[in-house]
């Protein structure tokens, strides 16, 4: 073939041949590729994504702990000062009793005191008038009956005692 | 060709155009299947199966060295349209890239002792107008039919001759620098061997011829094929980015 011609045969083939090579840069090396970034463009979306929502939920524990946190001081605060109120009122309660149990044993120290007094009262009184009886026997000498002479001294005890 | 061959050197310059392989005729037209198509069917396998291998299992993460290349391949043919033919045209970057694949490989297979594909005219012819058909048919859509005719006689009808002449020189233009220059290239190589061994014809080995033409070669095959690829290219998509600017 002459140096510079032109070739019909060659025309048509290099035609073909530049469509082939075409085709094979089209879908083994572009088309393949495209498809790989655009991929790898997808899957870094969603990686960026996926931070975000981590964040995010990172951000509404950190809240909810916070305010968790808080709940707990407040309740700490409220039992603290709801033991303190309760020890108060069983302090006061039993420093209550103690005092009431002090007042019985007084009444009762009391009421004993006066028992024991009127008792006494009453034995000194029968002590008394039989010594008086026994004197007056003595100095009288059945002047008057023994049941007389009991009865004038009982009146004049229990004058004296009204009098006391 | 003997061994012998190999020592006497080059003795002869043939200034011819690709071999005919095979040559049949269909309704009368005489089809040529040539060097440079049975040329071009190895390149087109061979880019077939790079790509294959570069692309074979890509990954979104922790990629492989392979996939690095064929990322980058994408990317720098994507950065040359957006740059040249601006933004929204990325659909052209495939066949950018095997055009330039195709031609720069052309050119190189001389590296194998082989014919370039494209010191064949018609090859390059073929790519010129392939351009300059999508360049009318991208001015075409662009402007209307009626605006596309209306085009040849601006500014005045007088100018129409010019316009016409300037349209057909694009694809003359285009495949005549990028076939002259491989074309011419390969003459030089060949006029160099010849020279080499002119020199040490009396010893009867051609010892010159090893180690020279590699210099020479750098610049005529490497750094010419890897030049006119790119022009060939960059004057593809100045044009037709050119041809989508309405008038």
């Known amino acids: 073939m002459d140096f510079l011609s032109i070739d019909v045969g060659t025309i048509l083939f290099t035609l073909i041949n530049t469509l082939l090579i075409f085709l094979a840069f089209k879908f083994l090396l572009f088309k393949r590729v495209d498809a790989m970034l655009e991929q790898r463009q997808a899957e870094l979306a969603a990686t960026y994504a996926a931070a975000d929502d981590a964040q995010n939920a990172a951000n509404a524990d950190k809240e909810q702990y916070a305010k968790l946190m808080q709940d707990a001081k407040e309740e700490t605060a409220r039992i603290i000062s709801r033991a303190e109120k309760q020890a108060q009122q069983k302090g006061d309660a039993i420093v209550e009793d103690a005092r009431r149990e002090a007042l019985a044993v007084r009444e009762k120290a009391d009421r004993d005191i006066a028992r024991e007094m009127s008792q006494a009262k009453g034995e000194l009184q029968g002590e008394i008038s039989a010594i008086a009886m026994e004197l007056a026997e003595k100095i009288m000498e059945k002047e008057i009956s023994k049941e007389d002479h009991s009865r004038l001294i009982d009146e004049f005890l229990e004058e004296m005692g009204d009098k006391a | ?247």
């Not at chain 2, 285009?174 to 220059?181: A, T």
């Open chain 2, 1 to 247: 060709m003997h061994i012998s061959d190999f020592f006497k050197g080059t003795t002869e310059i043939n200034v011819t155009g690709p071999k005919i392989i095979a040559s049949f005729e269909i309704g009368g037209v005489t089809i040529n299947f040539t060097e440079s198509i049975l040329l071009s069917w190895i390149i087109i396998g061979a880019v077939a199966l790079l790509l294959h291998w570069l692309t074979k299992d890509l990954k979104t993460k922790g990629i492989s060295k392979r996939q690095v290349l064929a990322e980058m391949a994408v990317q720098t043919v994507y950065n040359l349209v957006d740059d040249t033919m601006g933004k929204g045209n990325r659909r052209f970057a495939p066949y950018i890239g095997a055009l330039f694949t195709f031609s720069i490989l052309g050119s190189l297979i001389s590296l194998l002792g082989l014919r370039s594909v494209t010191a064949d005219f018609s090859v390059v012819l073929t790519w010129a107008l392939i351009t300059f058909i999508w360049v009318h048919y991208t001015k075409i859509r662009t402007n209307g039919f009626f605006g596309y005719l209306k085009g040849y006689a601006s500014p005045v009808f007088v100018m129409l001759p010019m316009n016409v002449l300037s349209e057909v020189s694009l694809p003359v233009s285009m495949s005549i620098r990028h076939f002259g220059n491989i074309a011419s290239g390969m003459i030089i190589s060949g006029l160099v061997y010849f020279a080499l061994t002119s020199i040490t014809k009396s010893i009867g080995v051609a010892f010159m011829t090893i180690g020279i033409p590699a210099v020479l070669s750098l610049y005529f095959d490497l750094f010419s094929s890897f030049m006119q690829a790119f022009i060939f290219i960059m004057l593809t998509m100045v044009n037709v980015s050119n041809a989508a600017e309405t008038e």
